[in-house]
């Protein structure tokens, strides 16, 4: 049986650095220990949480069960041919360490994912993207443990329902499946590089890169991340605290005429993407600082605590600026980050 913990304190768990306390507390390492807990008794009769590295959870309260923290480490490779490569790695594996591994290998796709926080099971959950790059692309399949039944199953690319930061994970399947590993196909050679954000161009260039490598790109957009976003270890954050809403083209039509400079992106569906930053921005909201939490001076999409910030504090700061973007520009801004 794992060994369960009361009370914890959840602050070295969570990316934000927020206060709140575990009823129970545990960490399971393989999936036979995940499959024990979920059998026992005491199990059934909690509400349970998964958590890998908290970079995407606000704790708005306490929470009243148990918070179960994934490390099932390990990389093994599946299947190889001359192109390609199929690796699982364990779902408690570091994200970034999982990409730095890929990147030392010369193993190609995931490179513009480079530097984002959290695990590898947590990865599919939303659909991690970033520079034009998402993990679904990449993704064969996703073993979960059905926590009712202990059964384990592997969800494949199709199943995974993804979206833009969006799975089946997020929706149907939360709280049912617990994530136990993923396995992902990499090129081995003639890369496809994804370099259609300039500011990749720009930085290769800068470092005098003539020719693209995975090492070359990952190497530049780490410095991207560095220079833009800040550090959790510095400064309580989660990233993106809203998802980049996508809008019909007569609502953004209409909107371009009172904003001549608003920004869009081709989005799903003929829809229009806009950057929630910028619509932030907007508003007024960017560098505000209220009861030690606050909108970034840099980056109005990321929601910081300055050190002794509460949970719900941040939350009331999120309603706040999704309220007057509504009405400054009737679009309905959705968190990406999940609030417990
Ligand atoms: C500075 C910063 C930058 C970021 N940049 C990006 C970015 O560029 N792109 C991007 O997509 N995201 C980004 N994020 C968000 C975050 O890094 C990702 O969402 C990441 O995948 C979360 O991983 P985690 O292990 O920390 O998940 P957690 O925060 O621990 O969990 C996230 C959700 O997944 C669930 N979950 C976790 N593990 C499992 C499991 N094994 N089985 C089932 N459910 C599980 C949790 O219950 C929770 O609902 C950023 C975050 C930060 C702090």
Redesign the pocket.
Known sequence: MNHIQNNIDLRP????KIQAVAQYFTTVRSSTEAQALFASEFFKREKH?????????LFTKDFEGIVIK?E?AGIRTVKETDSHITLSAG??EN?HAFVMYCVSQDLGGIEN?S?????????P???????GV??KDFIDGVE?INVTTGETTIFGRDDCQFGY?ESI??HK???K????SVTLTLTKKNHRFNVSYGAIQDTLRLAGHNELSVQAISDAVISI?RSK????AVIG????FFKNPSIPPDLYDFLKKSYPTIPYYPGENGLIKVPAAWLIEQCGWKGKTIDDVGVHTHQAL?LVNYGNGKGEKIWELAMNIRRDVKEKFNIELQP???V?
Do not use: C, H
């Open positions: 768990y969570n990316t934000f949480l998964f958590v890998g590295g908290g970079s995407n959870i994934n099932i779902a408690g994200w994912l530097l984002i926080p959290g695990t590898v099971g947590a990865a959950m939303q659909n991690i993207g970033a520079y998402e993990i979960a930061r994970f997020k399947a939360r709280d499946f617990f994530i136990s991340r976003l800040p550090d959790p954050n989660a990233g993106s990321v990406e980050v999940n417990i």
